[in-house]
């Protein structure tokens, strides 16, 4: 069996793994980030893939990036919370100092390519994923493709605006992502009890909320309902068979239990809406990137070793 390298760069780590071509893991682990310096970003990377090519003697590498992600140039475009990783070209650099073909997709591509291939989408022609982490990305599969746009940002559900402030004469625009990722869900809660967003992050703020911390408890609720409101737009802009979520957040138990009651609100405020969407949770929760960057690999790089 053949062994593939396989990256999910993210805004905080980077998250690899070894994998077969049956998506099975060999080895999983985590690396630091640096969001300015791409030579540290660079070797990092390389350490990591000439350790794995001896150790597992892999014969590829699969990148899952955040970004308008040019998979054919190698280059990424748009923005993300990485800025060092745009502009560079993955395909060239990392092949020349490995020795071995590159393939990168979006990372919202990926995680919905992953549950197309053996996830949770895998009975399905038309969705929508939704990956919630430090923002929020998305991708659309339509007729169980991924739907790029003519601007390589179909699926950038995070840029939606989802509010208005106007404040001191000037009026601002807030987006889904600065509204409802777990990232905006850190910096609210860290405003309203005046330390630093790096002293918290999702697991400590619902940790507290289960122990009565009351700030925690309404930014949660708040939290929910924002995720909701983004929910309810994408199905009646896109109506697609289910809408799901990946990212850490999808480990909690209750996730989909409490956007519905927000859905619900929503759905008897407006009385002309009559469709419940159907939210489901990644089936390959955090390692949904790893799976798809490596199925996105296989059909670049080996077509016939996969379901067409």
């Keep these: 069996m053949k062994n593939y390298m396989v990256f999910d760069v993210g805004g905080s780590m980077i998250k690899f793994a070894v994998m077969n071509g049956n998506g099975e893991f060999l080895e999983k682990g985590e690396l630091p980030v640096s969001d300015t ?3 540290q970003f660079q070797e990092t990377i390389i350490e990591t893939v000439l350790e794995n090519k001896v150790k597992h003697q892999v014969i590829g590498i699969a990148f899952s990036c955040p970004g308008g992600v040019e998979s054919e140039t190698g280059i990424i475009g748009g923005s993300s919370a990485l800025p060092c990783i745009h502009g560079p070209n993955f395909k060239t650099i990392f092949s020349q100092a490995t020795g071995l073909p590159v393939e990168l997709e979006n990372d919202a591509n990926c995680a919905a390519l992953g549950e197309v291939w053996k996830g949770a989408a895998k009975e399905n022609e038309n969705v929508l994923f939704t990956i919630i982490g430090t923002g929020i990305g998305g991708a659309i599969i339509k007729n169980r493709r991924i739907h790029k746009g003519a601007n390589l940002h179909g699926g950038e559900i995070g840029y939606m605006v989802l509010q208005v402030v106007e404040e001191n004469g000037k009026t601002s625009f807030q987006t889904w992502s600065q509204l409802a990722a777990t990232g905006a869900l850190v910096k609210n809660v860290a405003k309203r009890k005046g330390i630093e967003p790096k002293e918290l992050n999702g697991k400590l703020i619902f940790q507290d909320a289960e122990e009565g911390d009351e700030i925690c408890i309404e930014e949660i609720d708040a939290f929910y309902l924002r995720l909701a409101q983004g929910i309810y737009n994408i199905q009646y802009v896109y109506d697609p068979e289910k809408i799901i979520i990946g990212g850490a957040i999808s480990n909690r138990e209750d996730l989909i239990d409490q956007i519905y009651k927000k859905i619900d609100v929503l759905l008897n405020s407006v009385k002309a809406a009559k469709v419940r969407p ?15 960057a490596l199925y996105h690999y296989l059909q670049c790089q080996a077509p016939e070793s996969v379901e067409a």
């Design 37 to 39: 310096d791409f030579s």
């Design 278 to 292: 159907i939210i489901e949770t990644c089936q390959f929760k955090n390692d949904a990137n790893l799976l798809g």
